[in-house]
């Protein structure tokens, strides 16, 4: 089978999802392309691709490419922020107001431009079950989406699988995310700062400017020592493979890439990251620092540590084994592409 990814092929710079996901599937035996495999202008011709996997602002050129060269199309519509369309209040995302209603329409008008594709492909996929409620509910009054799979983006196992065994952690916790209101950075921040001696904690990312000096300041005006690292690749890896402890937001790959470290994971408790997760990682309630708090207590606690630990491989075992989690390794999400969705 022979597979065009609408897209040119991710910097280096980057989380490398496209990437990793056309060699999984390259590694079942068939065949993937980006655009800039091809030439200039060039195109391949009607009869030589069988798929054309797209999504974003250029889905609506990828259903078009598909239709001219005569094969199939599946666009991946990966979700919304709930509050950019009225479905959630942005307080409750971080934010200290709500949008206008302009901005509400605006990206309401931007999703739809590009997402209305997905009623004339032969397939697509959404995040999670709550996200396509939301995406038909929100967006087009109701309206199923035709063939939608309930799909999430998947972690590198094969990279992080292959790191060296880290059997003596070192004490720092770590978070990998955009440093962004919606990502609940703030509230980690924030429950960290109520530990009576908190480790140090390592963010690897980045975000807009004055957000970032906003959290260094309360860093600094509340003793949480902070360090921030854009790293990607190994870097970012070596940074996961040796912490003690992942903190999470709101974030959907990074609980599966700390589960594969052996690093004992916990997160705020928003539906869709349970949807992913189940009871497999630890929980502090939604928005709320002080259960936050006091889950990071329990997790750093010595009398604790086995039960830590076990919970940690038991998460692992079931992300390798793959059925119960929805989350998804990259080899496991491949394979769901070429036995659920390409064959058709």
């Known amino acids: 089978m022979r597979i065009l990814f609408y897209h040119n092929k991710p910097s280096l710079y980057s989380t490398m999802l496209n990437w990793t996901l056309a060699e999984e599937i390259r590694l079942l035996g068939h065949q993937v392309y980006f655009l800039d495999d091809f030439p200039g202008d060039w195109r391949p011709k009607k009869g030589e691709i069988n798929w054309v996997r797209g999504g974003g602002p250029t889905s609506g050129d990828a259903l078009k490419t598909a239709r001219e060269i005569g094969a199939r199309c599946h666009l991946h519509l990966e979700g919304v922020a709930y509050f950019r369309i009225s479905a959630d209040s942005a307080l409750n995302w971080g934010y200290t107001e709500e949008p206008s209603k302009e901005v509400i329409e605006k990206f309401k008008a931007d999703y739809r ?69 919606n990502k609940q950075i703030m509230k980690i921040a924030e429950a960290i700062a109520l530990l009576d001696h908190p480790l140090p904690w390592v963010i690897v990312g980045f975000g807009d400017r004055d957000y970032v000096k906003m959290l260094l300041k309360f860093c600094k ?24 402890l992942m903190l999470c937001g709101w974030m959907g790959i990074p ?43 329990f997790i750093l606690e010595p009398v604790n540590r086995h039960d830590v630990l076990q919970k940690t491989w038991e998460a692992k075992n079931e992300l390798l084994a ?3 989690l929805y989350a998804m390794t990259q080899e496991q999400l491949a394979q769901y592409y070429v036995e659920r969705i390409f064959i058709r």
Request: hydrophobic share 35%; with cysteine; proline share 4%.
């Open 113 to 181: 431009s590009w997402m209305k594709y997905a009623y004339e492909a032969d397939s697509c996929s959404v995040n999670g079950a709550n996200q396509i409620k939301v995406i038909q509910d929100h967006l087009f009054d109701g309206r199923e989406l035709p063939n939608c799979h309930r799909l999430a983006c998947g972690a590198d196992a094969r990279y992080a699988l292959s790191l060296p065994k880290v059997h003596q952690k070192r004490n720092y916790m770590v978070t990998v995310s955009r440093i962004a209101p």
């Open 221 to 244: 005006d509340n003793n949480v020592r902070v360090q921030i690292k854009t790293a990607f690749g190994a870097e970012k890896w070596y940074l996961i493979n040796n912490a003690c």
């Open 255 to 297: 609980p599966s890439e700390g589960i594969l470290c052996d690093v004992p994971v916990l997160s705020y408790n928003h539906p869709d990251i349970i949807e992913m997760y189940s009871d497999s990682i630890f929980w502090g309630a939604n928005n709320s620092i002080y259960s936050y708090s006091d889950a990071l207590n």
């Open 322 to 324: 793959g059925g119960r």
